[in-house]
């Protein structure tokens, strides 16, 4: 079993910095790709940025130049630095890592429980 608990979020004013952080704990897997997710109000959950083990990195049109996505693989975190945001960024934010079991060696998804991050303008 793999377990992710998201850190960071919050209330900021319309231009400001905040940063995510989420941390993979459990034992006998392998991570993938990491990557943010977010859900507004009324609308679909959407991928904002992710990373894979190697350091590839894509990100959504709209944050692409403004948030960056980080990860310290011996430590199973991701991080997710978002500057200039928008009251279009308000949403809860969710981590997700994709993952193999090493004993089935089979793939699995996971999320974590999700974080608000709300952009007043």
């Known amino acids: 079993q793999v377990q992710l608990v998201e850190s960071g979020g919050g209330l900021v004013q319309t231009g400001g910095s905040l940063s995510l952080s989420c941390v993979a704990s459990g034992s006998g897997f392998s991570i993938n790709s990491m990557g943010w997710y977010r859900q507004a109000p009324g609308k679909q959950r959407e991928l904002v940025a992710v990373?894979?083990?190697?350091?590839?990195?894509n990100y959504r049109d709209s944050v692409n130049g403004r948030f960056t996505i980080s990860r310290e693989n011996a430590k199973n975190t991701v991080y997710l630095q978002m500057n200039s945001l928008k009251p279009e960024d308000t949403a809860v934010y969710y981590c997700?890592?994709?993952?193999?079991?090493?004993?089935?060696?089979?793939?699995?998804?996971?999320w974590g429980q999700g974080t608000q991050v709300t952009v007043s303008s």
């Open positions: 997700n890592a994709k993952v193999v079991v090493l004993s089935n060696v089979s793939g699995y998804n996971y």
């Open positions: 990373i894979t083990s190697g350091g590839s990195t």
